[in-house]
C-alpha cells in the first residue's frame, strides 16, 4: 500500500494520472507536473555546517535527507506532482558498486576506470562490503525515517549496460574494444545487467515494502514497477553496432519492468531512435536534447515519431509552447513537466486548458 502524502489530499489521484501516463490512457487530462517555490520557506534549508572535502559532504546521509525534507516542505506542488527525493552519488555509482573509485565535484561526480586489462575483468565484482553500496543503503534509510508522509523516497540513479562498461574501462577505450575484444565486451555485459536487475529488485523491494511510490530522478511517480534505462555512450557508436552490443541489455531491462523510461540523450544518440521504437517492451521515451540547442518546441518531429511508434513521452515544456503541441500531439500517454509557471494562478489556468486537450 502506497503511504499517504500528508500535506496533498488529492495525492491519490495524482497517482492514479502518472499510472494511466504508462497505459497511454487519459482518466480526465494528461499528467501534469508543476512545482514553483513557496513565498516564505516553511523549514530552514540545512547551512552551516563545514566539510573537509567535497566527498565528505556528499556522503553526508543525514544532510542528503534534511535537503529533501527542506525541499518538500519549501515547494508548492501543483497539479500532479508530489514530493519525492532520491539518495544521489552521481550518475556512475552503479559503476562504483563494482569497484571503481568516484570523484566529486560541486554538483555532480564521476568515476575513475578500474578496467586495465580484459585479463582482469573477473575482478570486477559487485559486493554488499562495497562503500558506495553501503552509503546509498544509508542516505536511503535516513530518507525514509524523515520523510515518512512527506515525500516519497525513490531508486538511486543508475546506469548499467554501455555507461558501465564505458565508467570500467573510459569512453574512448571502450570505443577501440567494440572491435578488439567484442566477446570480451559482450560477456561483461551480460554480467553487469545480471547483476543490475538483482540491484533494481533490492531497491525496489525495500521501497515499496516502506509504502514508497516508485520514483527517481526523472520525474514520474507511480505505483508501477519503472525506471529509466538509457545508454549515454550510444552517441558514439553506429546504430549497427548499438544494435549488436547494447540492444540486448536495454531489452533485458525494459521486460524486468512494467513500465519504462528511456532516457534518449542528445543528438547524437537520435540514430538509435528507430532501434528503440522497435521494442514493443519499451512503454515511452525521454528526450533530452541538451543546452544550446534550442526549444523543446524546436523537436516537435521526435515527439510526432515517437507517438506514431505507439510510445508515451515524458516532455519538459514552457508554458508558450503549449498551444503547439496541443495542435499536433495526442494528449494519451503524455507526462509534462511545465517550466516557468509564476504562481498557482497560472499553473491553475494552464491546468484547464491542457484540461480541453482532446
Not at 552521481?90 to 568515476?111: D, I, K, R, Y
Amino acid at each position: 500500500m502506497v503511504m499517504a502524502i500528508e500535506h496533498i489530499p488529492d495525492w491519490e489521484e495524482r497517482l492514479a494520472r502518472q499510472d494511466a501516463f504508462w497505459a497511454r490512457e487519459i482518466i480526465d487530462r494528461p499528467a501534469v507536473d508543476i512545482t514553483i517555490p513557496k513565498p516564505r520557506p516553511e523549514r530552514p534549508w540545512p547551512r552551516g555546517k563545514r566539510y573537509p572535502t567535497l566527498r565528505d559532504r556528499w556522503m553526508d546521509g543525514e544532510r542528503a535527507a534534511e535537503l529533501a525534507l527542506a525541499a518538500a516542505a519549501n515547494t508548492e506542488y501543483l497539479g500532479d506532482a508530489l514530493p519525492h527525493a532520491y539518495p544521489n552519488l552521481g550518475p556512475e555509482v552503479f559503476s562504483a558498486f563494482f569497484g571503481c573509485e568516484l570523484e566529486f565535484g560541486e554538483e555532480t561526480s564521476w568515476s575513475i576506470p578500474n578496467l586495465k586489462d580484459w585479463s582482469e575483468a573477473d575482478k570486477l565484482q559487485f559486493s554488499r562490503d562495497n562503500r558506495y553500496w553501503k552509503k546509498i543503503n544509508e542516505i536511503t534509510e535516513a530518507m525514509l525515517e524523515v520523510g515518512e508522509g512527506r515525500f516519497y523516497t525513490g531508486l538511486t540513479d543508475m546506469h548499467p549496460g554501455g555507461d558501465a562498461i564505458a565508467a570500467f574501462r573510459d569512453p574512448a577505450q571502450l570505443n577501440l574494444d567494440l572491435v578488439e575484444a567484442p566477446d570480451q565486451v559482450k560477456a561483461l555485459l551480460q554480467r553487469v545487467t545480471d547483476t543490475y536487475l538483482w540491484v533494481y529488485d533490492y531497491f525496489h523491494h525495500k521501497l515499496t515494502a516502506a509504502g514508497q511510490a516508485v520514483c527517481t530522478w526523472a520525474g514520474v511517480v507511480s505505483t508501477k514497477r519503472w525506471l529509466v534505462p538509457s545508454n549515454d555512450f550510444s552517441c558514439m557508436v553506429s546504430p549497427r553496432m548499438f544494435r549488436e552490443f547494447f540492444l540486448d541489455s536495454i531489452l533485458r531491462e525494459c521486460q524486468h519492468y512494467e513500465a519504462s523510461l528511456y532516457h534518449l540523450d542528445g543528438p547524437g544518440a537520435l540514430k538509435h531512435l528507430d532501434t528503440l521504437l522497435e521494442i514493443k517492451e519499451l512503454t515511452a521515451v525521454q528526450w533530452v536534447y541538451g543546452a544550446g540547442r534550442g526549444r523543446c518546441s524546436d523537436w516537435l518531429w521526435v515527439y510526432r515519431k515517437c507517438q506514431q511508434a505507439g510510445k508515451g513521452l515524458q516532455i519538459r515544456l514552457e508554458p508558450d509552447e503549449l498551444d503547439l503541441f496541443m495542435e499536433n500531439l495526442r494528449p494519451e500517454g503524455l507526462w509534462i513537466g511545465l517550466s516557468g509557471v509564476q504562481d498557482r494562478e497560472q499553473a491553475e489556468a494552464l491546468l484547464k486548458k491542457i484540461a480541453r486537450w482532446k
